[in-house]
């Protein structure tokens, strides 16, 4: 087991080279110098044939030549908007404080480019409105638009969800940390111009679960209670915060988040309750009928490939219909992982079949898979998965909903249009 883990992550940080297409390549420019870019694109793209990150530019130029140098990137630009001007660039991937990510966007689709954005998408519901419904990406032929919500494309959320019965979902936990050591004061996630806050860096993600689990949206965020460095400077962004919310059919979303964890990562998790429901059973007699309760849980939702397990627990019942008088009761128990689609399919489970062909190895980390989806919307091929605009229109709702209740207010919006 642990040299799996050694081996697994190994490779996803070093995954092999492979030969790059003569035809096709889809060149990408990166906006910023940004420490995410390594693991969001620069890495993926080595394994990917018709991927090459081409150029990058970054506010100053000698970081921008360091960071080119140290990542085995061709060009370096003098400034973001150089890259939108070169021919040779295809797609931008943008990873600037999220303050900047509406109006790099907007630039980056006007100049004909695709475009990986790193989430949020952008600072408030208003920004994407505009963002997701420009003219630009109504055409025959629009330009590919993706908030980077890379968790989504891994094979360990979506069997995760092929657990799931979205209608009859009760409850539903989140939650996620950052160690401590990792952020100071003075890290962009603490800076409120700069659009941060903790339900922006992490909080996003326990939001994106919570709609993924309903398969819906949430009607109103009942409560939100926050932490924050109380010292004038920084007191506008939540270090850590408590949110709920209430989905259609009275059931409860919660969702919780620390950016000052303890020493010791704690995987993410997502556990989800389900109401009790009837399940056909034509070997009992018509005067019996049998009942489930499920409780489902994912452990390790946002990076799957480092470690995670779903947790399946069945609760079944069979009683008599007359007087619900209890005939027997007893509990399954299932674990399952899905490190790869195919893992998926061998590991069983219900629907396991669905995920038969997909593309992938166990050492793919979610960034990989998001990285195949994005190149073959591009190409025009089909994508087993996606982010649409109206689904991130509808995530910065849920954000500003959250922000609303917990008193700190909407993050800046730009005036860039």
Request: proline share 6%; charged share 25%.
């Amino acid at each position: 087991m642990v040299f799996a883990l050694l081996s697994r992550v190994y490779s996803a940080f070093g995954p092999p080279k492979v030969e790059k297409q003569k035809d096709g390549i889809i060149r990408f420019g990166i906006l910023g110098a940004a420490q995410i870019a390594p693991l969001a694109i620069i890495t993926p793209a080595i394994n990917h044939p018709e991927v090459i990150i081409q150029a990058v530019a970054a506010r100053d130029r000698k970081r921008a030549e360091e960071f080119a140098k140290k990542h085995g990137i061709p060009d370096v630009h003098d400034s973001y908007q150089a890259i939108l001007d070169d021919p040779n660039i295809d797609a931008i991937f943008i990873p600037l404080p999220n303050s900047l990510h509406f109006e790099w966007a907007v630039r980056s689709i006007r100049a004909g480019k695709h475009v990986l954005l790193e989430k949020p998408s952008v600072n408030t519901a208003a920004e994407a409105e505009i963002l997701f419904n420009l003219p630009e990406l109504k055409g025959p032929n629009p330009p590919v638009l993706l908030e980077a919500f890379h968790n989504r494309f891994h094979p360990a959320l979506q069997k995760f969800l092929s657990f799931i019965d979205h209608e009859n979902v009760a409850h539903v936990h989140t939650d996620s940390m950052v160690p401590a050591w990792m952020t100071d004061k003075d890290n962009i996630g603490y800076n409120y111009k700069m659009g941060g806050g903790g339900m922006m860096m992490m909080g996003t993600y326990n939001f994106g679960m919570l709609r993924l689990i309903f398969g819906t949206e949430p009607q109103e965020c009942t409560s939100c209670t926050v932490n924050t460095f109380e010292d004038g400077v920084h007191d506008q962004c939540d270090i850590d915060f408590k949110a709920q919310f209430r989905f259609p059919g009275g059931a409860i979303g919660e969702a919780e988040t620390t950016m000052r964890g303890g020493l010791l990562w704690k995987p993410s998790e997502a556990r989800v309750t389900h109401r009790e429901v009837i399940v056909p059973d034509s070997a009992l007699p018509a005067s019996q009928e049998k009942a489930r309760t499920r409780t489902a849980t994912l452990h390790g939702f946002i990076h799957a490939v480092m470690w995670h397990r779903i947790d399946v627990r069945d609760e079944y019942v069979i009683r008599n219909k007359k007087d619900g008088s209890v005939v027997r009761k007893w509990t399954e128990n299932n674990s399952y992982k899905a490190y790869s689609f195919k893992e998926a399919v061998e590991s069983g489970g219900e629907n396991a079949e669905q995920f038969k062909g997909f593309p992938g190895e166990v050492w793919w980390m979610s960034y990989r898979y998001q990285l195949e989806a994005f190149v073959n919307k591009v190409k025009g091929r089909p994508t087993q998965f996606w982010v649409s605009g109206e689904d991130s229109l509808n995530q910065m709702k849920m954000l500003d909903m959250a922000y609303l209740k917990s008193g700190l207010g909407l993050r800046p919006t730009s005036s860039f249009r």
